[in-house]
Every structure is written in C-alpha cells, then in structure tokens.
C-alpha cells in the first residue's frame, strides 16, 4: 500500500514570495491533515479536511495561508505572501476517519526555508 | 489551550544504557500516542495508549500511561544506536485532535 505522497520535498523562497505544497493521501482516506513542524518543536495541526469539507482551521494563519481539497482526495496548501518564520517542515497525513481512534499517517514532509 | 510538555528536550546516551523519556499536561486524553521520526521523515506511530495505568511493551521500549491519563512515559532498555531519533508524545482530545508533545531528540552513540 503506497504511503503519504508529498511533494516538492524541499523548497527555497524569499520572503514575500509565494509557495505551494501538495499532498496525495493514501487511497481511501476520508479526512487529510496539514501540520506545520518548526525545528525543536512538534507538530502543529494547521487545516484538517473530511473529504472535501473542513473541519478544523482555527490555528491557519488565513491572511496568507490557504488549503484545499477540492475532489476529496489530494489537496494542495499555500503561503503568500511568505515570512521568515514560516520556515518549517510542513507535513501531510492522512487516516481514514477524523472521529478520534483511527492511525495517522504522516508522509515525508516538505522543508521550506524562507530567506 | 491543551499542552504536552516532553522531557528532557535532548538527550545523548552511550549504547546499552536505559532511559526514559516523560510526557506532562494538565489536561486529561482520550489516548496517548507516541511517535518516532527520522531526520527527512514524517513520524511513525510506535503505540497508542488509551486506558490509565495501562502499560505496553514493544520489544526493548515500555510505555504507560498515568492513572489519570495526564501523563506517559517511555523507557528504552539497553539503548541501541537504532534508536536514535526524534521521540514525540501526542495526545488525542475529545475531538480526535492531536497534541504533540515538543520532542525528545535521542541520540545513541556505538
């Protein structure tokens, strides 16, 4: 079974340019999660989708950050305009239900960097 | 607002040595997951604890979860230089979201 698809896996930017991550969960999974990571912390949830629905946007940045999923299957997140701390590792996972209960799967993150 | 506070935040042991690695809140979880994750990787569930006081052991790691489901710990023994890595407590809330605790960066040397 083909695991969490994320690309590109790196990513350079200055700042106030825009960028755009994508995101293909693995097959079947109704809901699909984007986390932000920074360096020495854990993961913070940004946007959780079921299907093509959002559930959960309170900790997106909306000013400059935007997430979708338009087919209910894979989904692409956005930054623009970018600033120096959004450099993180931004990573994906998916599961097959949002209700509690169910595994997470995390694919391998893409590391922005923002100069 | 829901917290997970991971300690120690680093820790770099010689092989064979045992450790263990703690994980706080003051809130109480419906379960209690840890992760492992390796440098350029997402993380990688090791074990999902949902009852308090309950204790579950994955070859040379122990995990348990407090009687009032606030806290975790995880116990390696014999640390090898395979386990070396990024250890994260998460907690899962009532809503099915997950709290990561900040990490324990694990360092194991030969």
């Known amino acids: 079974e083909a695991g969490v698809a994320q690309s590109p896996r790196y990513k350079i930017i200055e700042k106030r340019q825009s960028v755009a991550f994508w995101c293909n969960p693995i097959?079947?999974?109704?809901?699909l999660y984007w986390y932000q990571q920074i360096l020495g912390q854990g993961p913070k949830l940004l946007i959780q989708f079921q299907n093509n629905g959002v559930v959960d946007d309170s900790q997106l940045p909306k000013d400059r950050f935007s997430a979708e999923r338009l087919k209910g299957v894979d989904s692409t997140l956005k930054i623009q305009p970018a600033k120096l701390e959004d450099s993180a590792v931004y990573l994906c996972?998916?599961?097959?239900?949002?209700?509690?209960?169910?595994?997470?799967?995390f694919g391998p993150g893409t590391r922005l960097t923002v100069t | 607002t829901q917290l997970l506070e991971q300690s120690p935040q680093f820790l770099s042991i010689q092989e064979g040595e045992n450790l263990t690695v703690y994980c706080n809140s003051s809130?109480?979880?419906?379960?209690l997951q840890w992760y492992r994750q390796e440098p350029g990787e997402g993380p990688v569930l090791l074990v999902t604890?949902?009852?308090?006081?309950e204790v579950k052991k994955l070859k040379r790691l122990t995990f348990q979860f407090g009687d009032a489901r606030k806290d975790s710990s995880l116990h390696i023994t014999a640390a090898q230089p395979g386990d070396t890595g990024l250890y994260l407590c998460?907690?899962?809330?009532?809503?099915?979201?997950?709290?990561f605790g900040q990490g324990t960066e694990l360092s194991v040397k030969p």
């Open positions: 996972a998916s599961s097959l239900d949002g209700a509690g209960g169910y595994e997470q799967y």
């Open positions: 809130s109480v979880f419906s379960s």
């Open positions: 097959s079947g999974h109704a809901t």
């Open positions: 604890v949902v009852t308090g006081g």
């Open positions: 998460a907690g899962e809330n009532q809503g099915g979201k997950l709290i």
